[in-house]
Antibody, heavy 121, light 108 residues
Framework: EVQLLESGGGLVQPGGSLKLSCAGS????????MTWVRQAPGKGLEWVSS????????YYADSVKARFTISRDNSKNTMYLQLKSLRADDTAVYYC??????????????WGQGTLVTVSS | EIVMTQSPVTLSVSPGERVTLSCRAS??????LAWYQQRPGQAPRLLIY???IRATGIPARFSGSGSGTEFTLTINSLQSEDFALYYC??????????FGGGTKVEMK
C-alpha cells in the first residue's frame, strides 16, 4: 500500500523556523515527483513546492520562495520542507503528496494525513 | 498562472439526487484536470484525473467530463458520505499547480 506520513509540525513564533518531514512507503520513492500542499484554517488548497525524483529540480510558489526549501533523501524515502522567516499567514495544515514520475502526471495521489503548523506569538 | 474557478460555492442537495459541479480554467488546460474530495477533518482524496479517468477505488457514481477550459464533475445518486468539499486542479502548465476555490456539497 502506498503511504505518506508527515511529521514536524507545531507552534512557532513569527520569524521562526521549522522543518517538516514526509516519509513514503509502498512505492519506489526516488522515481516520483513529491510535493507539499497547504491549507490554511477554513480555506482552500494551495500548492507550496515540488521536487523531482532526483532532487535536481525544485519549484516553489511565489508566496514561499526564498523562505522555504524543499529537499529529499531517497536513501531514507523521505522528503523535507524547511520553513524559515515564518509569518502568521503560513499557519496551515501542510500535506505531503505524490505526483507522477513525469510533470505531465501532475495529479496528487496519495496524500498524507497532514501536519499542522501554527505561527503565533 | 492559470486561475481555476469553481461554481457554485455551495450546493444544497438531498441524498439520492444527481449533482453537477463546474470548474473553469482561465486558459486551456487540455484534459490535464483532476478532482478531489475532502471530508471534514480529512486529507483530500483523488477522484478523477485526466478530466475523466476515475482513480483507483472510486465508485462509478463519480464521473468527470470536459476539456479545454470547461469541466464538470457529476455525482449520480448522492450518498451520505459524498457530502464534502470538492476541488478541481490543473496540471497542464506548471509551476504553479493551481486549485479551484472549492464547492461544498451540503445536505438540504
Amino acid at each position: 500500500e502506498v503511504q505518506l506520513l508527515e511529521s514536524g509540525g507545531g507552534l512557532v513564533q513569527p520569524g521562526g523556523s521549522l522543518k517538516l518531514s514526509c516519509a513514503g512507503s509502498g512505492f519506489t520513492f526516488s522515481t516520483y515527483i513529491m510535493t507539499w500542499v497547504r491549507q490554511a484554517p477554513g480555506k482552500g488548497l494551495e500548492w507550496v513546492s515540488s521536487i523531482s525524483g532526483s532532487g535536481l529540480s525544485r519549484y516553489y510558489a511565489d508566496s514561499v520562495k526564498a523562505r522555504f526549501t524543499i529537499s529529499r533523501d531517497n536513501s531514507k524515502n523521505t522528503m523535507y520542507l524547511q520553513l524559515k522567516s515564518l509569518r502568521a499567514d503560513d499557519t496551515a495544515v501542510y500535506y505531503c503528496a505524490r505526483l507522477g514520475r513525469r510533470p505531465s502526471e501532475g495529479w496528487f495521489y496519495p496524500w498524507g494525513q497532514g501536519t499542522l503548523v501554527t505561527v503565533s506569538s | 498562472e492559470i486561475v481555476m474557478t469553481q461554481s457554485p460555492v455551495t450546493l444544497s442537495v438531498s441524498p439520492g439526487e444527481r449533482v453537477t459541479l463546474s470548474c473553469r480554467a482561465s486558459q486551456s488546460v487540455t484534459t490535464s484536470l483532476a478532482w478531489y474530495q475532502q471530508r471534514p477533518g480529512q486529507a483530500p482524496r483523488l477522484l478523477i484525473y485526466g478530466a475523466s479517468i476515475r482513480a483507483t477505488g472510486i465508485p462509478a457514481r463519480f464521473s468527470g467530463s470536459g476539456s479545454g477550459t470547461e469541466f464538470t464533475l457529476t455525482i449520480n445518486s448522492l450518498q451520505s458520505e459524498d457530502f464534502a468539499l470538492y476541488y478541481c486542479q490543473q496540471y497542464n502548465n506548471w509551476p504553479p499547480l493551481t486549485f479551484g476555490g472549492g464547492t461544498k456539497v451540503e445536505m438540504k
